[in-house]
Structures are given as C-alpha cells and as structure tokens.
C-alpha cells in the first residue's frame, strides 16, 4: 500500500474563498497526496554532532534523539530508502558513502568568472572588503577544530542498507538509480543547509523532485529577536509552504501513514 498524507501548503487567497481577499483570511491547504514507498526517500540533512551554537545544538540534538530516530526506525522497517546528507567533509567518513568509487573525489565546484560585477566587488575584497559582515575571528579555532572532527549526531547514525551522500549531483543519481521521486526532508538548519545546500530543497525542487518537510525535524539558526519564538525557523517553514518548494507535515502525521501501509 502507498503512503497516504494530508501535507500541508499556503496559498495567498481567502479560505473558505467567499470570504473577503484579506491577509487575516489566507490560511493553509492540505492536499491528499499517496506516495508509492519504493519511489520515497527520507533525507538527513546535516544531523552534526557538533555544532558551536550551543543553543542550537541542544536543540537539534533533541530532535534528532526524540523525533528523527523513532523516524528512521520506522522509514526503514518500511523500506523508504534512507540518505543522509551530512556535508563532503562528514560524508566520506562512512562506510555508506555512495558511490564509493566517489570517495575522495567530491570537490566543490568551480564558479563562472563574470565581467560585472568586478570580481573584487563580488567577492567583497580589496576597496568594497567593508561591505563584508565578518566574523570576530576569537571563535576560529573552536571553528576549525569542530570542522575537522565533527560526525553525525550518534543517535541517529547510518546502518547497513543507507546511503551517504556529499553533493546534491550525488543524491540525484542515486534518486535516478532507485526510480525515487518524493523526497521527505529532515535535519538542519532550516534557514541555512536545509534550502541552501546543492543536495538542499530548493536545489532538488529545481530538478523536478516532489519534497515533503517534516516540520518539527528540523530547526533554525535563531537570533536573539526570533530565539523565544523560534521565528526564523517558523518564517522559512512559510516560505517552503509558499512558494511551492515543499509541502509540510508533522512526524506524527508519517509516523501514522508508514504504520497504515
């Protein structure tokens, strides 16, 4: 039996429609959708074990232990193929990494030269170096030593029969290979790999893919204005539903469609 999901969007128009074209009046659609299992994967985005945000690494590290474990036990009791997508440098130090004749050779990819803007505006460097916001630098070496020793958070590490991926032309081959074309997304940070990364959703929905985030396996960078709330995290959620990137749903909500097939 397929998967069978309420999953969640924004439209900007009024709901129910007979009600005056008002923002208070926008809210959100729920599409039915069945997704076939062999043709799902769950991604793991960027699920560190260490992260110098000590704020957000607690945070992440619980949903990592309380949502995005029970998740993947379930996804691979199904048979929902399991890719994680932790970033080249973590990638390669598994076992799972795929393909393995790709270890070693994952490089990041070399940028077109412009004639305009000049390369030293676009770069922010020589005469335009004050338009860059720059770190103090008195956190570098904490930086270095967590870039070169960070893993996947233990609670959720990779098994035999997952898939470790480093790049987003990575996990399109492997999609490609499986005939998978839903993909469900879960990790971190919402506002900053999540969408941003090559392997990340805005980068798979321009290839065609249907994703689907669940919303309370994830989290954002806060800041001190949108920390109570979590509002960056929120806003990005927003965006996802939107503009047509993803749908959303909660991990209950998978949790219940992988237990009805």
């Known amino acids: 039996m397929p998967l069978q999901l309420s999953v969640r969007h924004i439209v900007h128009e009024p709901n129910p429609p007979d009600l005056p074209y008002r923002e208070e009046h926008f809210g959100y659609v729920h599409l039915p959708v069945r997704i076939p299992v062999e043709q799902a994967a769950l991604v793991l985005v960027d699920c560190w074990d260490q ?50 004749d790709a270890a070693g050779k994952i490089a990041p990819a070399a940028a077109t030269a412009a004639d305009w803007p000049p390369a030293d505006f676009a770069k922010r460097q020589g005469k335009w170096v004050h338009l860059q916001a720059r770190r103090s630098g008195l956190h570098q070496e904490q930086l270095d030593r967590i870039d070169r020793d960070r893993s996947i958070h233990p609670s959720v590490l990779p098994q035999t029969g997952d898939f470790v991926i480093a790049t987003g032309e990575q996990l399109h081959r492997l999609c490609k290979e499986r005939g998978i074309l839903y993909l469900f997304y879960v990790g971190f940070a919402t506002n900053i790999c999540v969408p941003d990364r090559d392997y990340g959703m805005r980068a798979m929905r321009e290839r065609g893919y249907a994703l689907i985030l669940l919303r309370d396996a994830t989290t954002g960078v806060e800041a001190s204005d949108t920390y109570p709330l979590l509002a960056a995290t929120n806003v990005m959620i927003h965006q996802f539903e939107l503009r047509d990137i993803a749908g959303t749903i909660t991990s209950d909500a998978f949790l219940t469609a992988l237990g009805g097939i």
């Open 51 to 100: 992260i110098i945000v000590e704020s957000f690494q607690e945070r992440a590290g619980r949903i990592c232990e309380e949502t995005i474990r029970p998740i993947l036990t379930a996804s691979r009791s199904a048979g929902i193929t399991v890719v994680y997508a932790p970033s080249p440098p973590v990638a390669e130090k598994f076992r799972q990494f795929w393909p393995p």
